[in-house]
């Protein structure tokens, strides 16, 4: 005879069940009429859960409560068990090693050459970095081109519009990795507004402005241009760049100025390249000097 | 049936005896024991439906023009076949958004099941010996699924996973000596390259898989052979275990368990969207989205990149950078003063013996005071990685906001301490005025709205 509580816990078991049964029903029919994520989801989900509640049910309900007992035996053994143990280690390691020592340590350094030797085939596993981390494609007298390929002209640039340029002839669909180093956000801002050290003087014609986009803290894209203040920032962690006065940083955790592309604009109106980025674009690392 | 099943298992493999114990074996019932249960779970169905994700996801970098019906906007984008494929596997294979979502929100759910796990590890001093061996076994295994997370979220070559690539290689370039190294091993050569998303694939499907399942069997033989912990009460002592047998109560609840576990993810799946990369658009190396913030086991690292000091140092021809300070000394550092805490805490507090009874939380204000600061300190780092966000709804500049936590993570974990230290003092000081003042009498209310006193049960 069955308490009232059993017959409670039996009745919710079955609810549950029948639960189930529907989700998994409604799944069925919703992947074989072609499918939609939220009936899908409901109703896989639904089944489980379902039948995860009609097990807990079960298990409080239907099953007898029942503790049992184990012991925790100690773990260690008596000294004389381990020392057995450590004792056939020593005189099986005595009997390879012998009265050969020299040839113990002639095995241990033709392991070691071969460590040495697969050394080679992991570093063929990437190619090297040596000496060609933050190059670009930039030189002087490439014009400045859009994503597309199409050509600014400076004319068609108010103070304060940015565009983001690529050197000529290294865009495309097949460029992409030589574009993420090249990309270069061109700024127009007010000329009187410049503080350029006297070096850089002749790099921002008309008050154009250019910097590597790739920021030097970690390497994101350096997007967003604040007008305002006339400062690139990074998204990812808010580096932030004085446009004005050489890439230098007024915040964040970017510990080098942003690279700068001297700007040359010619009678015509055409911009290029004045020289070559003024450093290596991109983070810093080890192998940085 | 099953008589003839477990004599043919016997004559074969002799294993009557070890089933008999291992269907006795007491599992003690309280509930925080079952967040280990989910981590676990979170594996098989991590694995089922990243099996399924296998099928349709193309791990390729090479260039294709978009021409799928699902995404309007982006028809004739150029994309990498990887984006090509997802959105493929999300739009017009059935059921394939929901298992695509169910896997991503598994891999929150899995670190997250692992750290209250590790948690409840930590508070309770289950790590203590003879249980060190799996304290580290766990972390390494938190390490890995933070590494298969971000590698799996990488693989999409969505706006958002291509700018969260090119920090992680850029934190592994800053690395002294190796860092070069390193870096062009796990990518394929620099980020972005034509090899990085099939060199990703393989260590998140392959690599880190196969260790985490090693691990994992590890991590339950260990637990097999040391038997389980429990909290002290009554009949509960230093040489025994108390608690359900395994058949057949507590494999009725651990099934319900994992069943309760894979409908919530796939629930999860199909109603709340996470990673939705058609929004983000492809990666394209020289946009990026804005705001860019990466799931939560590893929003703590890029909160600690924002803070991160501006120090960069020339040691002989090379640099060690700015980002290796808050991308990889501190959260190596982090884990190492985890890992260690086992040998830590028992040179603080000499003690060389075993332990099967947990301690409850206020018996050891050390270490409850210690694992409280840590875990403000990096909840104050997720916190800040999400700093453009807040800017964002409160108006107020990102610069103040980031200064206010780059205070924040100073002074707030000490006051943490302090706070848990003295928590953990009156609490022992109220346990042991209790132990030594038991009440005399208990407070009874009388159905006329009066109260009596009545003398203590005798227990």
């Known amino acids: 005879m069955s308490s009232p509580r059993e017959r409670r816990g039996e009745r919710w078991a079955a609810a549950w069940l029948t639960t189930s049964v529907a989700c998994s029903v409604a799944f069925a029919t919703s992947f074989a009429l072609g499918g939609q994520p939220q009936v899908e989801g409901i109703g896989l989900g639904g089944a489980l859960l379902a039948l995860a509640a009609a097990l807990i049910v079960w298990s409080r309900a239907l099953i007898p409560p029942r503790q049992v007992e184990d012991e925790h035996l100690p773990l260690a053994h008596p000294a004389v068990q381990r020392a057995a143990a450590a004792g056939l280690l020593i005189e099986g390691g005595a009997e390879i090693v012998g009265r050969r020592a020299w040839l113990v340590r002639f095995a241990c350094a033709a392991a070691g050459v071969l460590g040495v030797a697969a050394l080679f085939p992991l570093r063929g596993l990437g190619p090297n970095p040596n000496g060609r981390l933050g190059e670009t494609s930039w030189k002087r007298g490439l014009r400045f081109v859009r994503e597309d390929g199409s050509f600014v002209d400076a004319s068609a640039l108010e103070v304060g519009s940015v565009v983001t340029v690529f050197p000529e002839g290294a865009v495309g669909p097949d460029k992409v990795v030589d574009m993420a180093n090249d990309a270069v956000m061109l700024v127009r801002v007010q000329e009187d507004a410049l503080r350029m050290p006297p070096d850089r003087a002749s790099w921002t014609p008309r008050g154009f402005v250019a910097y590597s986009k790739i920021c030097t803290h970690a390497g994101c894209p350096v997007a967003l241009y604040r007008e305002g203040p006339q400062q690139l920032m990074c998204p990812c962690h808010q580096s932030t760049f004085d446009v004005t006065d050489g890439g230098t940083v007024v915040f964040g955790p970017a510990a080098r100025a942003l690279p700068q592309l001297p700007v040359a604009l010619d009678a015509d109106g055409v911009l290029r390249a004045g020289g070559a980025m003024s450093g290596f674009i991109g983070p810093e690392s080890w192998e940085h000097a | 049936m099953i008589r003839a099943l477990v004599t043919w298992m016997d004559e074969r493999?002799?294993?009557?005896?070890?089933?008999?114990?291992?269907?006795?074996?007491?599992?003690?019932?309280?509930?925080?024991?079952?967040?280990?249960?989910?981590?676990?779970?979170?594996?098989?169905?991590?694995?089922?439906?990243?099996?399924?994700?296998?099928?349709?996801?193309?791990?390729?970098?090479?260039?294709?023009?978009?021409?799928?019906?699902?995404?309007?906007?982006?028809?004739?984008?150029?994309?990498?076949?990887?984006?090509?494929?997802?959105?493929?596997?999300?739009?017009?294979?059935?059921?394939?958004?929901?298992?695509?979502?169910?896997?991503?929100?598994?891999?929150?759910?899995?670190?997250?099941?692992?750290?209250?796990?590790?948690?409840?590890?930590?508070?309770?001093?289950?790590?203590?010996?003879?249980?060190?061996?799996?304290?580290?076994?766990?972390?390494?295994?938190?390490?890995?699924?933070?590494?298969?997370?971000?590698?799996?979220?990488?693989?999409?070559?969505?706006?958002?996973?291509?700018?969260?690539?090119?920090?992680?290689?850029?934190?592994?370039?800053?690395?002294?000596?190796?860092?070069?190294?390193?870096?062009?091993?796990?990518?394929?050569?620099?980020?972005?390259?034509?090899?990085?998303?099939?060199?990703?694939?393989?260590?998140?499907?392959?690599?880190?898989?196969?260790?985490?399942?090693?691990?994992?069997?590890?991590?339950?033989?260990?637990?097999?052979?040391?038997?389980?912990?429990?909290?002290?009460?009554?009949?509960?002592?230093?040489?025994?275990?108390?608690?359900?047998?395994?058949?057949?109560?507590?494999?009725?609840?651990?099934?319900?368990?994992?069943?309760?576990?894979?409908?919530?993810?796939?629930?999860?799946?199909?109603?709340?969207?996470?990673?939705?990369?058609?929004?983000?658009?492809?990666?394209?190396?020289?946009?990026?989205s804005s705001p860019a913030q990466p799931d939560w086991y590893v929003g703590w690292l890029d909160g600690s990149l924002r803070l991160g000091p501006r120090l960069a140092l020339r040691v002989g021809g090379h640099t060690i950078t700015a980002l290796f300070w808050a991308g990889a000394a501190l959260p190596g550092c982090i884990f190492a003063l985890i890992y260690a805490w086992p040998w830590i805490e028992r040179r603080l507090q000499p003690d060389e013996r075993e332990h099967e009874l947990l301690d409850v939380p206020w018996a050891n204000p050390l270490r409850t005071a210690t694992g409280v600061a840590v875990l403000t300190f990096v909840a104050l780092l997720l916190f800040a990685g999400s700093d453009d966000v807040q800017a964002r709804l409160t108006h107020i500049s990102v610069q103040q906001i980031t200064w206010a936590y780059r205070i924040a993570v100073w002074v707030l974990p000490p006051l943490a301490f302090a706070l848990a230290w003295r928590v953990c003092r009156e609490l022992q000081a109220r346990h042991a005025y209790e132990e030594d003042h038991p009440p005399r009498v208990v407070l009874v209310r009388t159905d006329e709205g009066g109260y009596d006193e009545e003398p203590v049960p005798v227990p």
Not at chain 2, 101 to 121: E, L, P
């Open chain 2, 13 to 288: 493999l002799g294993g009557a005896p070890f089933l008999r114990n291992a269907l006795k074996k007491a599992f003690p019932d309280h509930w925080s024991f079952m967040l280990g249960e989910v981590a676990m779970y979170c594996f098989i169905f991590i694995i089922a439906s990243g099996t399924y994700l296998t099928f349709f996801f193309h791990p390729s970098d090479a260039r294709v023009v978009y021409n799928g019906t699902a995404i309007p906007s982006l028809r004739g984008r150029t994309m990498s076949d990887a984006y090509a494929s997802v959105l493929k596997l999300s739009f017009e294979t059935q059921a394939g958004l929901v298992i695509r979502q169910a896997h991503h929100w598994c891999a929150n759910v899995f670190a997250a099941a692992i750290v209250t796990h590790m948690s409840r590890i930590y508070f309770t001093g289950a790590f203590r010996k003879p249980r060190e061996i799996n304290w580290v076994i766990g972390l390494t295994l938190l390490l890995l699924v933070i590494g298969d997370g971000f590698t799996g979220y990488s693989l999409p070559g969505d706006a958002l996973s291509g700018a969260g690539l090119k920090i992680a290689q850029s934190i592994a370039l800053s690395i002294p000596v190796i860092g070069g190294w390193v870096a062009f091993l796990a990518f394929g050569g620099n980020v972005p390259s034509a090899e990085t998303t099939n060199r990703l694939f393989a260590i998140h499907i392959l690599f880190i898989p196969l260790l985490l399942g090693a691990l994992i069997a590890a991590h339950l033989a260990v637990l097999w052979r040391q038997k389980h912990t429990q909290f002290p009460g009554e009949n509960r002592r230093e040489n025994n275990v108390v608690g359900s047998p395994l058949w057949p109560n507590y494999t009725v609840r651990s099934v319900a368990l994992m069943l309760a576990t894979f409908g919530l993810l796939l629930l999860l799946g199909g109603l709340v969207e996470i990673n939705p990369v058609w929004l983000y658009g492809p990666y394209d190396p020289w946009t990026v």
